[in-house]
């Protein structure tokens, strides 16, 4: 039993706390600005519903661009730096918004300029982010941490989009988006204080990056249950990015919703991710982790249909529950396989892994983003949104169609050997 169980649970992890704190305030800036960047888009700058599409996709680009690199480059470094400095990083983008309203005014290549440099530091974040948890707590409580992060997570987008759309309709969008740049600030502050400092991975003499890179990606794709997994989440991410494109487009522009609707709308809808951050554990011990993840995607995913069929009327109660749903199959998916893969990789290659990861289904989101705003050009806002929601319905396939559906234990790294599960990559140490 870790020492963690012992003490009865996370909750007693200074160091934990510390990063739950930071990573909790961070969140609920950055709800504040995915609601705000969209509508400084639409209502300051006026963009059309493709150049709306296409600041979707500058937030996700970087996934598609550095993503692989970035995990042997992370995995080179201390993590707990380069949270910080991709935080500070992130903080000096978004406030460049509320400066250039004051100064100057706000135009579309400024708002794809700062989605870009943001989306860059989140790559680097956030493979640091999940590498650096493994190494601040037992990998027997993983799932709890997750939980607790996730949770955290999802009550940020509960009270994130509320407080951000009323502070929208007090400041502007363009000031509301100082909301989230101090947040990176403080987030940072919490973050620097963390004690546990792993020393600084050994330089090899004869490391190579294109080597390194080609490692993390062997590493995942040659694992027939993450190769799985990435196929699931990229589709379903594809899907999402394509209707979030234009979902603004429709809301905001044709249903003209004020930004406190939106924000109320918003924050009901991530109840769903608080009710799964909840159930996740219960659910992985009760049906098993392979199970949860088929499920958690193929019974919630056919909700979000109801965006394409939403009006001024009842039927914004019904898109509500709707994305509630969606929300929480969402993060009890999320939870349960992040935990697996950060339980199954042998710590020297989990930044790599966890890029790889990123990049197989993050990547698809720019993609998506593009896709919507041109077939919301073409086809319209509505045909979107349920081409959308068909494709996302059938992203859990390739779980079913793997081992993943009937696995109710999911294999671990023990520290022996791998060979059977990652394949001729990781070195036995018999």
């Known amino acids: 039993m870790s020492d963690e169980q012992r003490r009865g649970g996370l909750w007693h992890h200074l160091d934990f706390r510390r990063l739950w704190i930071g990573e909790t305030v961070s969140q609920f800036g950055t709800m504040v600005s995915q609601l705000a960047l969209p509508l400084v888009a639409i209502l300051v700058v006026h963009a059309s519903t493709f150049e709306v599409g296409l600041l979707t996709a500058c937030e996700t680009l970087a996934f598609l661009l550095v993503g692989l690199p970035a995990g042997a480059w992370v995995d080179r470094m201390r993590y707990r730096w380069v949270l910080i400095v991709n935080d500070l990083v992130r903080a000096a983008a978004l406030g460049s918004v509320p400066l250039a309203a004051a100064v100057a005014h706000v135009s579309i290549g400024q708002l ?37 992060l996730q949770a955290s997570e999802s009550i940020s987008q509960i009270a994130g989009p509320g407080v951000g759309g009323a502070l929208i309709a007090a400041l502007t969008a363009p000031y509301a988006v100082l909301i989230d740049a101090a947040s990176f600030l403080w987030s940072a502050s919490w973050v620097a204080a963390i ?6 991975p050994e330089r090899r003499a004869d490391r190579h990056l294109g080597r390194e890179i080609a490692e993390g990606v062997r590493f995942v794709v040659g694992n027939r249950l993450l190769r799985a997994i990435a196929m699931c989440t990229g589709s379903s991410n594809l899907f999402s990015s394509m209707s979030f494109a234009v979902l603004y487009v429709l809301l905001a522009r044709q249903l003209h919703l004020s930004p406190g609707i939106l924000g109320l709308l918003t924050s009901i809808s991530a109840v769903g991710g608080l009710l799964g951050s909840l159930v996740a554990a219960r659910l992985a011990t009760h049906l098993g982790q392979g199970p949860t993840i088929l499920l958690a995607t193929a019974v919630t995913a056919p909700f979000s249909v109801f965006a394409a069929f939403v009006h001024r009327d009842w039927t914004l109660g019904l898109y509500a529950f709707g994305q509630l749903l969606w929300w929480m199959g969402a993060v009890i998916y999320n939870i349960t396989q992040v935990s697996f893969r950060q339980g199954l990789c042998p710590p020297a290659l989990l930044g790599r892994m966890n890029a790889t990861m990123r990049f197989l289904v993050w990547g698809t989101m720019p993609i998506g983003g593009v896709l919507g705003g041109a077939l919301g050009s073409l086809l319209g806002v509505r045909q979107t949104l349920l081409i959308a929601a068909i494709g996302g319905s059938l992203a859990f396939l390739p779980i079913l169609l793997s081992p993943l559906r009937t696995m109710r234990e999911l294999p671990q790294y023990d520290g022996v050997s791998q060979v059977e599960i990652a394949g001729p990559l990781v070195e036995s140490e018999h």
């Open 112 to 148: 794809y300029a700062v989605a870009l440099v943001t989306s860059v530091s989140t790559v680097f974040f956030d493979v640091a982010y999940q590498s650096y948890l493994p190494q601040l707590v037992d990998r027997s409580v993983l799932v709890e941490g997750n939980a607790k």
């Open 195 to 200: 004690k546990v400092r792993p020393p600084k």
